[in-house]
């Protein structure tokens, strides 16, 4: 579609579960160099990895939508556009203002281009007065501040089609908005200074920043390599483009990534909270899709087809199905909506954490074994085949699913790839199983590869609202012709 320039885009508001107004002007200028007042209006630095992650994990979000999306988790229920996204045949996504689902991409998309504005003119304000104000740390409050920009306009360009690029100088791109990949490379020219940063100082970042984490400098600049994987890695929308990936960088990145798991605390659902993860784990919400019990015990069915019953409980050599899923004898759903939601299991890795007394638990953001699945395609596509299948032997395939080693073939270990991150990694990452079956073209027929711009965004601008799904948009580009079945 034609470019949208943002310049002439109208101030547009909505509102949050928590009925907080929040006004988002996407054209909005930071070169007038905003006062020591002005800047107290905006949000301090220490909260932005806060912000960015409270946004990608609401529950005002696509995460419920993608992850039903991608045939990783079923939920028939109507909440966040569940039913809808998920449904058999796959329909465009009704981006039309008066769907009442539609804050699942409206709220998102507010709310982290009112982050990159607060994130923009701290870093205005910055560089007016040649340093952080009152920072007992500069440094590690400007890598903080780069890596929150990469952040939020990757998160833009993840999901939707067209992004509109800012930082402290202003719009970028004369207004007009960009490609997903093209955001790309904003978002790792930008994460690469914060790489340059943590990798040259010495800081703590502690759990002011991340709640319920204290890392060095050097394990921030860790979690910054792999985060700058995922994105490389999570941004194509077929499989070509992700062959296309630069992927001796992306192994570049991943030799320097994590050696830990990022878990971030919830505060009992206060400040810090993984809200699509608690509904898709949580007993009568989502469960675990049957494509991923199949994968676990290829003897069990990967899709229901009647209404009543219910499969026998399946048996595995990955000791995960044990360990991470819990059996269920009835259904929840209703199966006018479709027994293709049924499933007799439920995700149950994270129960503790998720739906305890008290909702304090840690969840992972970013698992050590997301660092070595990149690793191992990296390794993969620039042709290290015992490379990467020592790197897959020695994570979490044996380490948890106690299964034996792969040989150093290439079919053996795509498929391990692929296995491990819808195994392993299954709701440690907003989007991450729906990323993974768009790279593979392994969405259903229909999907959307990403969403359109919000309809209310579109409708204020004066702009006329599309969308994508079904078989509106660009077969393979906008919206998905393969399927895994």
Known sequence: MKKINLYIMLVFTIVFASCEDLST???????????????????????????????????????????????????SWGNQGMRDTSSEPRVAWNNETTYGNAIATTTYFNSLYNN?????????????????????????????????????????????DQVWLKDETGPLNEGESVTPQEALTYCLEKIDLAIAIAESNSFEITSTFINGQTLTSAQWAQFLNTFAARLMVNMPRNATQRAAVDWAKVLSYTNKGLTYDLNVASDGWNTWYTEWVYYQIYPGWGRTDMRVINMLDPNTPDYFTEASGVYPESSSDDSRLASDFEYLTSQDFIASRGVYHYSTYRHSRFDAQAHGSTWTGATPEMLKAENDLYKAEAQLRTGDLAGAAATINAGSRSLRGNLPAIGATATEIEDAIHYERIIELMN??????????????????????????????????????????????????????????
């Open 428 to 485: 440690s990452g907003m989007g991450l199983a729906f990323f993974e079956m768009r790279g593979k073209d392994l969405l259903q027929a229909g999907t959307p590869l990403h969403f359109p711009v919000p309809g209310e965004v579109l409708q204020s601008g004066g702009f006329e609202i599309y969308t994508f799904g079904g078989t509106t948009g660009v077969a393979g580009e906008d919206y998905s012709t393969g399927g895994w079945r």
């Open 116 to 160: 990159i504005n607060d994130i923009n003119a701290l870093m205005a304000k910055t560089i007016a007065d040649g340093d952080f104000p009152d920072d007992p740390s500069p440094r590690r409050t400007e890598s903080i501040t780069r890596f929150s920009q990469a952040a939020t306009m990757g998160a833009v360009a993840l999901v939707f």
């Open 25 to 75: 002007d996407v054209a909005v200028d930071y070169t007038e160099n905003p006062t020591s007042e002005e800047l107290a209006t905006y949000v301090a630095a220490n909260t932005f990895f806060q912000n960015w992650y409270n946004t990608v994990n609401s529950y005002n979000g696509p995460g419920l939508a993608l992850v039903g999306m991608a045939d990783a988790g079923t939920c």
